[in-house]
């Protein structure tokens, strides 16, 4: 050791911040955020027009039914949907608004044009892909892939009654005529 120079010792000292970040909480817990099971029997709430935060990707992919109301408001309505392999949403026009559907998982390719007969819009989507569909479009999603193709939509206004659970397709087509 050096003349003058004293031992140095390294005493730790618990720092009087509970967080890891000098005093300020995180922002978030995982335990903060409840699991849910979208799409099954137990979970087929129609949450709206509540005040409601929801992990829209993973209860898209998580719905196991053709379409579930998530959350109708009075000018606003998200479904979830999952469209079996080879199956699509059917040829549909909205023509008091619109809609937009983005694809979480699964391949899809989706149509539209001016007429029924005339689907000149043609386009193949993915994981992450946005459609948007404007108020008085013919359009339809078909599944392309090899497993369920699972999206969201969003309707402005909402298109169907508050609480709806189609399971199937078939479902979905025989609750709709029965309506109009």
């Known amino acids: 050791m050096m003349k ?8 730790p000292i618990p720092t ?51 379409r579930t ?3 109708t408001g009075d000018h606003l309505q998200v ?15 909205h023509h008091d608004h ?3 559907l983005r694809i979480e998982s699964g391949q899809g390719f989706v149509q539209m044009g001016d007429h ?3 689907l000149d819009f043609e386009r193949s989507v993915y994981p992450g892909y946005s459609i948007m ?12 892939g090899n497993r369920p193709l699972k999206l969201y939509s969003i309707y402005a206004p ?11 397709k078939e479902i979905a087509e025989a609750e709709e005529h029965h309506h109009y």
Do not use: C
């Open 133 to 144: 569909v404007p108020a008085g479009k013919w359009h339809n999603l078909t599944n392309i």
């Open 4 to 11: 003058g120079m004293s031992t140095l010792y390294y005493i």
């Open 79 to 93: 479904t979830l949907m999952s469209i079996d392999v080879g199956e699509d949403i059917g040829l549909e026009v």
């Open 69 to 71: 109301a998530l959350w």
């Open 16 to 66: 009087i911040y509970p967080y890891a970040y000098r005093g300020h909480p995180p922002i978030h817990h995982p335990a903060d955020f409840p699991r849910h099971d979208y799409g099954k029997k137990d979970q087929q709430t129609d949450h709206g027009s509540e005040p409601f935060v929801v992990n829209i990707a993973e209860a898209a992919k998580q719905n196991q039914t053709f």
């Open 158 to 168: 909402p298109e169907h009654p508050y609480g709806t659970v189609h399971e199937t």
């Open 98 to 100: 619109d809609q937009f």
């Open 116 to 118: 029924e007969d005339q």
